[in-house]
């Protein structure tokens, strides 16, 4: 089954951006892959042609770490004539460590990609989408969003971010028949917590608490297709998304401290 459409995804070169990939070109769209590592993402494209030369597949190397790298991938969609009609923000970046300790500069390279980019791509799509009167936005947060972290503070703070923002817009855009879904995956699979520089003696490392991105991504888009505003994915990770409602935020932060810095 293929159709005209386009789905347009970041950090898709691996982890649970490509697993997004597989499954929408498995449902028929053409997509546009994006993510820094230019090779990878050939070797996806490579991988799903293999399966259905009739569909589309184009890629674009960026680092949405950069102020002008989201207006240049629209730029570049707009070039080939590309309507987007599924957008999904899923590029992300953290930091591990006690605030005095972290490097300012890969905390502003964060902040950039996981709040601006993010914001600058869904203002762009969002107009093509209001004039087509059509559209889905997946943004992908985590279950830091909703409490604090320690230690990895300023990264939980930026998926907050993007949970309020997308529940705001979602309310915006509704009216134009364009869905905003804000999607919170707990610990996955991924290469997630080497790029955070999380020590390898640490449980996130331990491959039984961490969930296979295959999965992850499947209710990912399930969600996004059944209009759902905010999701945690799993049901452990939905138990501790919802401790802020049941007690005190120093409580949650307390255990969320004793959950990030507990090794094996």
Same mark, same amino acid.
């Given at each position: 089954?293929?159709?005209?459409? $386009?789905?347009?995804?970041?950090?898709?070169?691996?982890?649970?951006?490509? =697993? &997004?990939?597989?499954?929408?070109?498995?449902?028929? !769209?053409?997509?546009?892959?994006?993510?820094?590592?230019?090779?990878?993402?050939?070797?996806?494209?490579?991988?799903?042609?293999?399966?259905?030369?009739?569909?589309?597949?184009?890629?674009?190397?960026?680092?949405?770490?950069?102020?002008? /790298? #989201?207006?240049? %991938?629209?730029?570049?969609?707009?070039?080939?004539?590309?309507?987007?009609?599924?957008?999904?923000?899923? #590029?992300?970046?953290?930091? $591990?460590? =006690?605030?005095?300790?972290?490097?300012? =500069?890969? %905390? !502003?390279?964060?902040?950039? %990609?996981?709040? !601006?980019?993010?914001?600058?791509?869904?203002?762009?799509?969002?107009?093509?989408?209001?004039?087509?009167?059509?559209?889905?936005?997946?943004?992908?947060?985590?279950?830091? /969003? $909703?409490?604090?972290?320690?230690?990895?503070?300023?990264?939980?703070?930026?998926?907050?971010?993007? %949970?309020?923002?997308?529940? #705001?817009? #979602? &309310?915006?855009?509704?009216?134009?028949?364009?869905?905003?879904?804000?999607?919170?995956?707990?610990?996955?699979?991924?290469?997630?917590?080497?790029? /955070?520089?999380?020590?390898?003696? @640490?449980?996130?490392?331990?491959?039984?608490?961490?969930?296979?991105?295959?999965?992850?991504?499947?209710?990912?888009? +399930?969600?996004?297709?059944?209009? +759902?505003?905010?999701?945690? @994915?799993?049901?452990?990770?939905?138990?501790?998304?919802?401790?802020?409602?049941?007690?005190?935020?120093?409580?949650?932060? &307390?255990?969320?401290?004793?959950?990030?810095?507990?090794?094996?």
């Amino acid at each position: 089954m293929t159709n005209n459409k $386009y789905a347009l995804i970041t950090g898709a070169s691996g982890g649970i951006g490509k =697993e &997004m990939a597989i499954i929408l070109f498995d449902h028929g !769209y053409n997509l546009v892959l994006v993510s820094r590592r230019i090779s990878a993402l050939q070797k996806v494209k490579n991988e799903l042609l293999e399966i259905n030369k009739d569909q589309t597949i184009e890629i674009f190397e960026a680092d949405l770490s950069k102020k002008e /790298a #989201a207006q240049s %991938l629209y730029q570049y969609t707009k070039i080939l004539d590309i309507s987007i009609d599924v957008l999904i923000n899923n #590029a992300g970046s953290g930091m $591990y460590g =006690e605030i005095e300790g972290i490097d300012t =500069e890969e %905390l !502003y390279d964060m902040l950039m %990609l996981n709040n !601006y980019s993010l914001t600058c791509l869904c203002k762009l799509y969002s107009q093509d989408m209001i004039d087509k009167k059509s559209g889905y936005i997946l943004n992908v947060a985590s279950l830091g /969003a $909703y409490q604090p972290v320690p230690y990895i503070s300023a990264y939980a703070a930026s998926k907050t971010y993007v %949970l309020n923002f997308s529940e #705001a817009i #979602a &309310m915006e855009l509704k009216d134009y028949n364009v869905s905003v879904t804000c999607f919170s995956p707990g610990h996955t699979d991924t290469n997630f917590f080497k790029q /955070a520089s999380i020590p390898d003696s @640490h449980q996130f490392y331990e491959k039984s608490t961490r969930e296979d991105p295959k999965n992850v991504a499947e209710d990912a888009i +399930k969600s996004m297709f059944s209009k +759902k505003l905010s999701v945690i @994915h799993g049901f452990k990770n939905k138990f501790l998304g919802t401790l802020n409602k049941f007690c005190p935020r120093y409580i949650t932060a &307390m255990i969320s401290k004793s959950l990030v810095t507990r090794n094996n």
